[in-house]
């Protein structure tokens, strides 16, 4: 797949859904669908982010970050699909993660200067930022379903999910991983 294959259009507020990661380190998890223009047509995509209590590693404490998913079991990377794994391998320093770790490298991967970290290349930045930003928003207001079912099993077959959302043309397992793949070439 060439660079630049995506583009974010815009967020469904209303698909925001979010529950309690940890609270020993205070940490959410969540869900939202974004409308995202690919080479095949425009396709309703899941997303993951978190927020966390935390400003280690320079995040800005009640921002929404863009996650690919959760680690379910130490050691190497068999969560999501072959190519999401070898991203995400390539992305980790160790290639491997704890259990419970948020899968974020990827969006810290090829940082700019003047990007705030966690949100991706430059392509990307802007636009996932700018979901994190109305994540912020929305969740400060409480416009969000509150989904204790959103486990870290749940939120990585939701992203990586068979299913074929109404008015799309593929899948949303497909859809995310080029999507991944895509941040990764960008």
């Not at 190519?83 to 259990?99: C, L, R, W």
Request: glycine fraction near 6%.
């Amino acid at each position: 797949m060439s660079n630049k294959l995506c583009k974010i259009l815009d967020i469904y507020p209303r698909s925001f859904t979010a529950n309690l990661y940890t609270n020993t380190h205070f940490r959410m998890i969540s869900l939202i669908d974004a409308r995202i223009q690919y080479s095949y047509g425009v396709e309703k995509v899941t997303l993951a982010y978190y927020s966390s209590s935390g400003t280690n590693n320079g995040k800005i404490k009640g921002l929404w970050y863009p996650i690919v998913g959760i680690k379910l079991y130490t050691g190497p990377f068999t969560e999501f699909t072959y190519a999401i794994n070898q991203i995400v391998s390539h992305t980790t320093s160790s290639a491997s993660a704890s259990k419970g770790w948020l899968v974020k490298s990827l969006f810290f991967y090829k940082s700019t200067p003047n990007a705030i970290d966690g949100f991706a290349s430059p392509y990307y930045h802007d636009a996932l930022l700018g979901i994190g930003r109305t994540i912020k928003s929305l969740y400060a207001s409480g416009e969000y379903t509150r989904l204790s079912t959103l486990t870290p099993r749940a939120l990585n077959r939701s992203v990586l999910s068979s299913e074929i959302y109404p008015g799309n043309t593929r899948s949303q397992r497909e859809n995310y991983e080029n999507f991944i793949r895509d941040i990764m070439n960008s």
